[in-house]
């Protein structure tokens, strides 16, 4: 993941920065959302990746665990009005006198500066004053806004995120931080640049909704078909005009000129007309697999189910049947990925260990014909055997369930732990029945020769078949959101936040949509005494961390 080992601390906010915030989580950050005591909205449908911590930034209390977070974050993601955090004192003069590595990011409506800065606003706002909002809609309409994208998600959130991952490169070369003042109208305003370049070219020329790209052109505008659906058309080239034209039934030669804008409301009624004599689905029938540009206007409930779409493997619906968007990061696409490599390598570790442990009289006697340094050669091998295996144990049980929580869809997370306690059990179940029987009287024990042979032929057997299984049975696919909301339980004291209900594998954390836990408000109540916490996870921290090595020792 490109931001594994980023830490960023997001004040929580409306959609741009926890759109931010998700970005950054989604590719490896660790993005700690922090809440306010009030915050009863329900849990954020933008947490995808995020651990939350409930916190009164109006308490001092409260406002000094922010500054121990940032203290040691590499990002704040802010989303206030101008002043609001200087009046905390938690403005960015004060944190990266703490933390001069910080990159302090603010996003925000109309910016730090200028004499909109402190107004209210929303989405539509920021695009009216960007210019754009002027240029979108049907000719003598008024102007709309298309939802709520172009300036919350657009020019804010994704913007900012640029904006920080280029000040995060920035910081490689000269160790500082630096402030972000990211506007959704400046923002949005360079989404537009082409509209800007293009202004003496013609393109934009006519009136709102009559020209080509806005809807004016026959050739770059939706139609109803017969089942109430609709397909988009987008042919501007003349080689894919005239592909919609032969699609449509119709002969170029008996149509006014493609660009003969006189001529485009008369063709757009022709072509609607036609649209509307088909289904939505005869007319993917007719144009798939063409270069005609005209594709099915797929709604939400149809959109996970589209054969392209499933190709790619870019939605992914949860246990509500609910499309969720992943981010899809080259590791999750890859055929072995980045971890199983890894897991791969410390697996052929543990047999050479097992085989160099088991084998050391015989390796010796093999290689050294002195009789008075076998003694120490077989010691020094075993030895060796003994670390080789115990340093790939130590280490194999984190990457296989960080590999599962990271890149495996929920249901392959599951069946993939499924496995993982499967053989787990058998592992030591096996180890306590090779070890209860009398091999020196069974013509298997006597073929593979002594004790230690036969477990360690057994044991290389099930290690063998457990990597066949981790590395061939599941399947991988782009991130996802989990659809149960896990209540987010931390103590604010706890600077590492962890917590026994969180689950952490791997690089990112999964389950964080979760309700505001009240417990954990910071305004000067009692609060769970972390050592406390502490001493209860350690026993099931070490239980879970290691079930593979304890399974895996059981052989011998």
């Given at each position: 993941?490109?931001?594994?080992?980023?830490?960023?601390?997001?004040?929580?906010?409306?959609?741009?920065?926890?759109?931010?915030?998700?970005?950054?989580?989604?590719?490896?950050?660790?993005?700690?959302?922090?809440?306010?005591?009030?915050?009863?909205?329900?849990?954020?449908?933008?947490?995808?990746?995020?651990?939350?911590?409930?916190?009164?930034?109006?308490?001092?209390?409260?406002?000094?665990?922010?500054?121990?977070?940032?203290?040691?974050?590499?990002?704040?993601?802010?989303?206030?009005?101008?002043?609001?955090?200087?009046?905390?004192?938690?403005?960015?003069?004060?944190?990266?006198?703490?933390?001069?590595?910080?990159?302090?990011?603010?996003?925000?409506?109309?910016?730090?500066?200028?004499?909109?800065?402190?107004?209210?606003?929303?989405?539509?706002?920021?695009?009216?004053?960007?210019?754009?909002?002027?240029?979108?809609?049907r000719s003598g309409e008024n102007p709309y806004a298309p939802l709520n994208l172009l300036a919350d998600f657009g020019g804010g959130g994704l913007m900012c995120a640029m904006g920080i991952i280029?000040?995060?490169?920035?910081?490689?070369?000269?160790?500082?931080?630096?402030?972000?003042?990211?506007?959704?109208?400046?923002?949005?305003?360079?989404?537009?640049?082409?509209?800007?370049?293009?202004?003496?070219?013609?393109?934009?020329?006519?009136?709102?909704?009559?020209?080509?790209?806005?809807?004016?052109?026959?050739?770059?505008?939706?139609?109803?078909?017969?089942?109430?659906?609709?397909?988009?058309?987008?042919?501007?080239?003349?080689?894919?005009?005239?592909?919609?034209?032969?699609?449509?039934?119709?002969?170029?030669?008996?149509?006014?000129?493609?660009?003969?804008?006189?001529?485009?409301?008369?063709?757009?009624?022709?072509?609607?007309?036609?649209?509307?004599?088909?289904?939505?689905?005869?007319?993917?029938?007719?144009?798939?697999?063409?270069?005609?540009?005209?594709?099915?206007?797929l709604t939400f409930e149809e959109v996970t189910h589209h054969g392209h779409n499933k190709d790619r493997g870019s939605f992914i619906t949860d246990t509500e049947q609910r499309p969720v968007v992943?981010?899809?990061?080259?590791?999750?696409?890859?055929?072995?990925?980045?971890?199983?490599?890894?897991?791969?390598?410390?697996?052929?570790?543990?047999?050479?260990?097992?085989?160099?442990?088991?084998?050391?009289?015989?390796?010796?006697?093999?290689?050294?014909?002195?009789?008075?340094?076998?003694?120490?050669?077989?010691?020094?091998?075993?030895?060796?055997?003994?670390?080789?295996?115990?340093?790939?144990?130590?280490?194999?049980?984190?990457?296989?369930?960080?590999?599962?929580?990271?890149?495996?869809?929920?249901?392959?997370?599951?069946?993939?732990?499924?496995?993982?306690?499967?053989?787990?059990?058998?592992?030591?179940?096996?180890?306590?029945?090779?070890?209860?029987?009398?091999?020196?009287?069974?013509?298997?024990?006597?073929?593979?020769?002594?004790?230690?042979?036969?477990?360690?032929?057994?044991?290389?057997?099930?290690?063998?078949?457990?990597?066949?299984?981790?590395?061939?049975?599941?399947?991988?696919?782009?991130?996802?959101?989990?659809?149960?909301?896990?209540?987010?339980?931390?103590?604010?004291?706890?600077?590492?936040?962890?917590?026994?209900?969180?689950?952490?594998?791997?690089?990112?954390?999964?389950?964080?949509?979760?309700?505001?836990?009240?417990?954990?408000?910071l305004q000067g109540g009692k609060t769970k005494n972390p050592a406390e916490q502490v001493k209860m996870q350690v026993p099931f921290y070490l239980l879970r961390k290691n079930t593979l090595v304890?399974?895996?020792?059981?052989?011998?």
């Amino acid at each position: 993941m490109a931001l594994r080992g980023i830490t960023v601390v997001e004040l929580a906010g409306l959609a741009p920065v926890p759109f931010c915030g998700m970005v950054l989580a989604d590719f490896g950050a660790q993005v700690v959302r922090v809440d306010r005591p009030a915050a009863r909205s329900g849990p954020s449908r933008l947490a995808r990746g995020k651990r939350s911590l409930v916190v009164d930034l109006k308490q001092p209390r409260g406002a000094a665990v922010l500054r121990r977070l940032c203290a040691r974050a590499d990002v704040m993601l802010e989303p206030f009005r101008p002043g609001v955090m200087e009046k905390l004192q938690l403005g960015p003069e004060i944190l990266q006198k703490e933390n001069p590595r910080l990159i302090y990011a603010r996003l925000s409506g109309f910016g730090q500066s200028g004499r909109f800065s402190k107004m209210a606003g929303h989405d539509i706002n920021y695009l009216a004053l960007s210019g754009v909002l002027s240029r979108i809609g049907r000719s003598g309409e008024n102007p709309y806004a298309p939802l709520n994208l172009l300036a919350d998600f657009g020019g804010g959130g994704l913007m900012c995120a640029m904006g920080i991952i280029m000040a995060l490169f920035e910081r490689t070369r000269s160790g500082k931080g630096q402030v972000i003042d990211a506007s959704m109208v400046e923002g949005t305003a360079y989404l537009s640049s082409f509209m800007w370049k293009t202004q003496e070219t013609g393109l934009w020329e006519q009136p709102r909704g009559q020209n080509m790209l806005d809807g004016g052109a026959p050739f770059y505008t939706t139609y109803r078909t017969a089942d109430g659906g609709f397909m988009a058309v987008g042919a501007i080239e003349p080689q894919f005009y005239e592909l919609l034209i032969k699609g449509l039934g119709l002969k170029s030669d008996e149509l006014p000129n493609q660009l003969s804008m006189k001529d485009w409301p008369e063709m757009k009624k022709k072509f609607a007309d036609i649209f509307a004599k088909k289904t939505k689905a005869e007319w993917c029938q007719i144009f798939d697999g063409t270069d005609a540009c005209v594709t099915p206007v797929l709604t939400f409930e149809e959109v996970t189910h589209h054969g392209h779409n499933k190709d790619r493997g870019s939605f992914i619906t949860d246990t509500e049947q609910r499309p969720v968007v992943g981010s899809a990061s080259d590791h999750c696409r890859a055929r072995w990925g980045r971890r199983r490599p890894y897991i791969l390598t410390l697996g052929l570790m543990m047999l050479l260990g097992m085989a160099m442990y088991l084998n050391g009289d015989a390796i010796i006697s093999a290689l050294i014909a002195d009789p008075r340094r076998k003694p120490i050669w077989a010691i020094s091998i075993t030895m060796i055997g003994v670390v080789l295996f115990d340093f790939a144990a130590d280490f194999i049980d984190g990457p296989i369930k960080a590999y599962l929580f990271d890149v495996c869809t929920h249901r392959d997370k599951e069946r993939g732990l499924h496995f993982h306690a499967l053989f787990t059990g058998l592992g030591g179940a096996l180890g306590y029945l090779l070890g209860a029987i009398d091999w020196a009287h069974l013509e298997l024990g006597r073929l593979l020769g002594t004790e230690f042979q036969v477990m360690f032929f057994f044991s290389s057997l099930v290690l063998t078949l457990c990597f066949i299984i981790h590395l061939c049975s599941i399947p991988e696919a782009p991130l996802r959101d989990v659809a149960k909301d896990i209540p987010p339980q931390q103590a604010p004291q706890d600077l590492a936040l962890s917590s026994d209900k969180m689950y952490e594998y791997g690089s990112i954390e999964k389950v964080k949509n979760g309700y505001v836990n009240q417990e954990l408000v910071l305004q000067g109540g009692k609060t769970k005494n972390p050592a406390e916490q502490v001493k209860m996870q350690v026993p099931f921290y070490l239980l879970r961390k290691n079930t593979l090595v304890l399974s895996l020792c059981s052989f011998f």
